[in-house]
């Protein structure tokens, strides 16, 4: 096996996934295209592929503090309607970035839809979870100039536009 099948910093990424809560609920599967060594994906599973061959199979355990941050216990923020696009259909789960104190880019999620009021909660769904990652790996390639200066890959043969 040549060496650029080993996953590493500035290699792209193909992986396989099924993602399952503590309780064993398969919370969702798919496929990941990632550039390795960017954050690109969350700081426990990146950790855990480091180093792993193409058409390997991992089971990988995530504590909530390399995965999606523990739960903050935090009322939820009533926010009006009006403050969203009205031709927008708002609905839990919706992902939107409010302004920090500094000016700053927060992410916040939509828990509930009331009468003209929308509920955000400034944690991410997962937060608090374990998770657990089942990963079959793909393909793993060197990354071009151009994704390793993005920090992200461009498409399976790194010749993607955006
Ligand atoms: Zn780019």
Known sequence: MSETAIIGADRAVSLQ????GSDGTVIESGQIDY??????II???ESALDGAAVGQNLQVEVPPELGYGERMEVEP???????????????????FHARGPAGEALPVWVI????????IDPNHPL??????FDVTILSVRPATPEEV??????GPD?????
Do not use: C, K, W
């Not at 996934?17 to 399952?20: D, V």
């Not at 550039?35 to 690109?40: A, D, K, R, S, V």
């Not at 790194?158 to 955006?162: A, I, R, S």
């Open 17 to 20: 996934y099924t993602l399952s």
């Open 35 to 40: 550039l390795h060594g960017y954050q690109n």
């Open 43 to 45: 700081p426990g599973l």
């Open 77 to 95: 923020q009533r926010v009006p309607r009006e403050a969203f696009p009205a031709d927008m259909e708002i609905t839990p789960g919706m992902q």
């Open 112 to 119: 509930g839809v009331e009468e003209g009021i929308v509920l």
């Open 127 to 132: 937060a608090g979870e374990t998770l657990h």
């Open 149 to 154: 200066q993005h920090g992200h890959i461009h």
């Open 158 to 162: 790194g010749h993607g536009h955006h």
